[in-house]
């Protein structure tokens, strides 16, 4: 978190995620981002070895600490079920809230960075995505286990979900209209793709 940081680094992230929203991660020298920061570019650069260190720190800031509510959820969740629609909630309610520092990683890393062969970002954003599937696989592993999800490929299913969450969240920071109430229909769709019908049939037969 920032506010764990030293206040010179903290300050230059703040203000390389302010211009990178404003002008995107290539429109952004690191003489824009020094000057709005109030550093000299040599304390820049002693903090950050360059501006794609500059991002991967933002990257890094911000999914670790989805990461950390995504373990709390999961520990939480009184089944797989209840966990992968947890993290799923939580997915949609945390990139609604860091709205700004998303569209930098969603616009510049996988459009931009990436394609030049970055290996510092590709090494570091690679990890962090596998680290968002296993928690996804976590979940549904447990939910097969318990039988609150229905038999399926968890590794597959991460994947799936990951994707889907991602695209939705595209949508929603670039300004795409949507239906209302999206994000509980999303919750909604998973919960009837994903739960084990045998137990929607004992709930149904105890009825009667």
Not at 34 to 55: D, N, P, R
Not at 92 to 109: P, V
Not at 155 to 178: D, E
Request: glycine share 6%.
């Amino acid at each position: 978190m920032q506010n764990s940081l030293p206040h010179r680094k903290r300050d230059i992230l703040q203000a390389a995620q302010r211009l990178f929203a404003e002008k995107g991660y290539h429109g952004t020298p690191t003489s824009e981002i020094a000057t709005l920061a109030g550093v000299a570019q040599g304390t820049l650069f002693y903090h950050f070895k360059s501006k794609e260190g500059i991002l991967l720190s933002l990257l890094q800031q911000t999914t670790g600490a989805y990461l950390k509510d995504a373990q709390d959820i999961l520990k939480a969740a009184p089944s797989g079920l209840q966990g992968i629609l947890d993290l799923i909630e939580r997915h949609l309610e945390f990139c609604t809230d860091h709205q700004e520092e998303l569209k930098i990683l969603l616009r510049d890393i996988p459009a931009d960075v990436l394609q030049q062969n970055s290996s510092l970002l590709q090494t570091g954003t690679r990890e962090l995505m596998q680290r968002l599937q296993s928690t996804y696989r976590e979940a549904l592993e447990r939910g097969i286990n318990d039988t609150s999800i229905r038999p399926l490929k968890p590794r597959c299913a991460a994947w799936i979900v990951h994707s889907c969450t991602y695209g939705l969240i595209k949508h929603v920071i670039f300004g795409t209209p949507g239906p209302p109430n999206l994000h509980r229909e999303t919750i909604e769709f998973f919960r009837h793709s994903l739960a084990n019908p045998d137990n929607l049939t004992h709930r149904n037969t105890a009825k009667h």
